[in-house]
């Protein structure tokens, strides 16, 4: 499934969706495909694929926009361990759907850019960690790496290079937290899924203990087009520091929602108006979940933002996940941080106190305050507790629960106030 | 020795070796960061977040307890940003607590409340409803109350990484995680109670203690667990003369944290209804109450009579009486009857193995030992259900400083599972497959069994590198004492060779001696008596007490003062916990009758009987200070040839289990009700 593309995208990762039989690796290869494990085996040494990869500026795509380049070079070049390769195919952020895509209309090319990582920091095996709601992808997905290993671009001595690798998928069980790298390695590993205590991290004490490079799915499909074409070009297509496209994830109350290549730094007003068609319903614009829904929010005033990881960064947000989520003037802003604190509560591995609490919480005490028993003082005391979260939590995913509740309070107190004395929600019933 | 760094923490510089965590680092400037989950010696958890502190230059307040120190770092422990984050930690803890406080057994040594006392709001936010979750039985020993767990995982860390049972897992996410047994709805595990122990909070609680007091109307005795050899310290509390409850209250013995099923809970032998009160005397075929008075006449009467007619005496001692009352009792045989005829039961060879070790001094093993050692090595007994502290320092051994364990066993065990190499063999001809990587263990403790015994273990030490250690297991409380104190027919106190060799154990039960005088044993289970008179002092009516003319009811060693040496030959103090009203001391019944023999003017007491063991028995001369502060020291062996005569008797291990303990394990309701019947025995 796909949405229709827009003349304003900037098409490198989903060049090749569209195209009949696009998952097959006879598509793939008649469209570049492969050609940057060859180039990347017969001109580059592992460290000038590095370079290239730091001189595009790819900032993982997962959320945390960690340059991708310097993460590979902290793997040791020497080390008496295995190394490993893993993509956190485990995409699970509220408002985000992109790497289901990539998987789904061109797994190739996510097979290609786990390669040429293995290459880099001399990774003989690697696994795609795959959302447990994802099932249907790992078919495809294990369709896709069979046909990488009849044609030789798996396994023993790819393309007579001598170099060998092995990829496999894993499925999640449905966790969330397992999108966090150190749960999805426990969980990789057959554990629980629960953060490590970092550091070390990935990179030098990974899965099976083990040097590990661990990206987002995006983040290894991006890497096929740097290496044939140089870092240099991708990191034009974005801003300073934020290179090349980003798939952002149009999502909420907007005309044309889908999934859209644009160059980083694209303007949010832009997004929303000529890409996404607008504001449905003809409403306003109320607010702006700019990455996913851990992200604060951003009031419509505030909107007016190229879509980079600094620019967000600068007011207050975070450009996330890329999943956007528009909200219109009709919607219940109380019931969008429940809904929100619902999902985290869910979610929340229970490994710490503050989050397993908190959450808990904030989600009985959003609940009632909605249903219009709260007090004045319970909006203060939403706050708090989301201040109390912030920060202190073992992962990020106290923080993912506290930023948003923590933003709407403070940017729609208003709407709080308005389902004091058991008055009924304002919005109810405006769909 | 690793380089130290400087660091400041609240504006005391300090200087920590590397690697150290900023949360034992300040406890050494005496600054306490708290925690729930961080418990030293296990895995770090991180999960509790109470030990938040703020870093100069770091970004967000950090956790003291997985924060390496680092040159020049400045912590902050005490600051209104740090205060304010422990404040909220708490009030997410106690959100969904029950605040059951008042009929909490944990109520007054609870960390929740102490924590809660030091930085926690006095009123709660919190009105929504609280997540009810019905209090579950998991064993006889194990509750667990859900609510008021606060899930710091210490539980399933001791039991997995301390115990290497791993019974206790999480089930569930979130606010609805739970900490669950292995099997659904119950436990099935060694029933140490250890992670009710490490529970800060009432969450587990023990099924022997739970809703019988609160904590401040008990005093504590700490002494020594009566049951194995090991010599573990339990803390006993007592109210109005009552043990409650067994636990290892301050850690201060060589057992750490550690207590295993015995030492915890299998105290309630004390009260067993079949517990003897008062003197028996038999009158005809019956055994009847008889007042003190008159029993020890009698026995006193009949000692003396056949002394002058030169009779035969047989004494027969304990492996789980006092130092005091062994050496007492050999004394008593050997200058007041006349007899060498003293032996107890033995269960490891202790005496070949000091004669083995003649010119290699400093080659027995502490406790302390078995945890610093580079490499453990155990030949011929199922260490986790015979000796479970030895078993628990190899574990931490294994976990904190990497031993390699070697095991030399017909059959599976736990230890297979931390060792470098198992060998499914027996005694020497297994020790023969692993010689040559013996050979390179520099640093290596040697736990031996029965397996093990007479001239093998020479040949033991002689195959192993000059520098090991050694430690002959045996079975119980003072089986080490007894032979230290010469309870032996051919050796005086202190290995000295007795002048005329007397009859062994096996002997003195088959001979028809004139009188077998048996204190604190069970020598006649499945077999009549061959001798004409018989006294016993004893606990129960056992196999051999019904066979007695005479009963003495005998403390317990709960009841007594006085000391024990353990397996590796540490000598520790027992103080006496719970009263005892009708029976007497093993020590004290041998002084009435020495009293009334016409031997002693007044009743010996421990103390006078310690102290002539420090002065006359090798090895035994301990530093008093030590001693009564309740520490254990470790005694010297001979390091000379022991001079044996006659044929060495039989050394036979009771094969104890976890959930038994010889005929006195028979007598702790607690041990049969959890014991897995069938499912756990030590094999030969």
Partial sequence: MYNAPHPLEVRILTRRFGLPNSASIDTYLAHDGYKAI???????????????????????????????????????????????????????EPGTCKDRLLMENDPHQLIEG???????????????????????????????????????????????????????????????????????????????????IRPPFPAVVGAFGCPTVLNNVETFCSVPWIILNGGAAYANLGTRKNGGTRLFCLSGHINRPGVYELPMGFPLPRMIEEVGGGVWKGRKLKAVIPGG????????????????????????????????????????MVKAALRIMRFYAHESCGW?????????????????????????????????????????????????????????????????????NGRKCPHEGKG | MPELV?????????????????????????????????????????????????????????????????????????????????????????????????????????????????????????SEEKQHIEEQQWSPVVFFDRPRCILCFRCVRICNEGMGVAALGVINRGARSEIAPNKG???????????????????????????????WEMEYAGTICTHCADGCKTTLSVRNGRVIRGNNRDHSGINGEFLCVKGRYAFDFLEHPERLHQPLVRRGVELQHASWKEAVALVAAKFNEVRERGGAFGVIGSARTTNEENFYLQKFARSWLNTNNIDHRRSGD????????????????????????????????????????????????????????????????????????????????????????????????????EHIQGADVRRLVEMLPATARYVALVDYANSRGALDMGLLPDLLPGYQPAPAPGL?????????????????????????????????QELFLTETARQADVVFPAAAAYEKTGSFTNVCGEVQRLKKGPAVAGPKTDLEIMGLLARQMGHELAPPLPEAVFEEIRRSVAGYNIPYATFVTGAASATQYPNGPIARQGSSELIRSARDTLFTSGTLGRYCSVLNSVRERDLVRVEE
């Fill in chain 1, 38 to 92: 060859e180039k990347a085996l017969a001109e580059m040494t592992p460290d000038k694929i590095i370079e290239e990869v730091k001189a595009s500026a790819l900032r993982g795509r997962g959320g945390a926009g960690f340059p991708a380049g310097l993460k590979w070079s902290f793997v040791p070049r020497q080390s008496p361990k295995p190394k490993y390769i893993v993509v956190n195919a485990d995409e699970s």
């Fill in chain 1, 114 to 196: 786990a390669l040429i990582a293995a290459r880099a920091v001399d990774a003989h095996a690697g696994y795609i960690y795959v959302r447990g709601e994802y099932r249907y992808l790992i078919d495809i997905l294990d369709r896709a790496i069979g046909e990488a290993y009849q044609r030789g671009y798996l396994g023993k001595n790819i393309l007579g290079s001598g170099f060998d690798f092995d990829l496999h998928t894993h499925s999640g069980a449905g966790a969330y937290e397992c999108g966090e790298e150190s749960a999805l390695l426990e969980s990789l590993e057959g554990k629980r899924g629960i953060p490590r």
């Fill in chain 1, 293 to 332: 829904s851990s992200c604060p929010v951003l009031k419509a005033e505030e909107t007016n933002l190229p879509m980079d990881f600094d620019s967000l960064q600068a007011a207050g947000s975070m450009l996330g996940s890329g999943g956007v989520v528009i909200i219109d003037e009709d919607t219940c």
């Fill in chain 1, 352 to 420: 710490c106190i503050p989050c397993r609490e908190g959450t808990m919480w904030l989600g009985k005490l959003l609940t009632r305050f909605h249903a219009g028993a709260g007090t004045m003082s319970d909006i203060d005391l939403i706050r708090e507790l989301a201040q109390n979260m912030l920060g202190k939590t073992f992962c990020p995913l106290g923080d993912a629960a506290a930023l948003p509740t923590i933003s709407i309070v403070k940017k729609f107190r208003e709407e709080f106030e308005e389902h004091l």
């Fill in chain 2, 6 to 126: 400087k660091l400041t923490i609240d504006g005391k510089e300090i200087e920590v070796p590397a690697g150290t965590l900023v949360i034992n680092a300040a406890r050494q400037v005496g600054i306490e960061i708290p925690a729930f989950c961080y418990y030293e010696g296990l895995a770090l958890q991180a999960a509790c977040r109470m030990c938040l502190v703020e870093v100069e230059k770091a970004p967000k307040l950090l956790t003291a307890c997985t924060l390496p120190v680092a040159k020049d770092m400045i912590v902050r422990t005490e600051t209104p940003q740090v205060a304010a984050a422990r404040k909220g930690m708490l009030e997410f803890l106690l959100a969904n607590h029950p605040l059951d406080c008042p009929v909490c057994d944990k109520g007054g040594e609870c960390e929740l409340q102490d924590m809660t006392f030091r930085y926690g709001a006095g009123e709660s936010r919190f």
């Fill in chain 2, 185 to 215: 709805d119950h436990l099935e595990c060694d029933e140490c109670g250890m992670c009710i122990d490490i529970c800060p909070v009432g969450a587990l609680t023990s099924g022997i203690y739970r809703y019988k007091t609160r904590p």
């Fill in chain 2, 350 to 449: 202790v005496v070949a193995l000091l004669d083995a070790l003649a010119g290699l001094p400093g080659s027995l093993a502490t406790t302390a030992d078995v945890y610093h050692a580079g490499a453990v090595l155990i030949v011929g007994a199922d260490l986790a259900q015979q000796h479970p502290l030895l078993s628990f320092q190899v574990r931490a051994n294994v976990r904190h400083h990497g031993a390699r364990v070697y095991v030399v066993h017909p059959h599976p065990q736990r230890e297979d599972k931390v060792a470098a190499q198992v060998v499914r063999a027996r005694g020497l001809a297994g020790i023969g497959q692993i010689r040559e990587k013996l050979a390179g263990e520099q640093s290596l403790v040697v736990l031996f069994g």
């Fill in chain 2, 504 to 536: 062994s154990l096996q002997e003195m039960v088959g001979a028809s001696l004139d009188v077998l005088w048996v204190v604190g044993a069970n020598p006649l289970q499945g077999r009549a008596r061959a001798s004409g008179f018989l006294v016993v």
